[in-house]
């Protein structure tokens, strides 16, 4: 398990979070841009 990491996603980048119990995850945009994030559940 991956406590406290932190890890950075560039434009395109795909991620895919497998992990659907537990508190979930915090997430930040950084800088001035408008972040665009789409998520997909895969049931």
Do not use: C
Request: no cysteine.
């Amino acid at each position: 398990m991956w406590y406290g990491t932190v890890q950075r996603f560039g434009p395109g980048d795909v991620n895919m979070v497998e992990d659907l119990t537990g508190k979930g995850h915090t997430t930040a945009a950084i800088g001035d841009e408008p972040r665009v994030f789409i998520s997909i559940p895969l049931a």
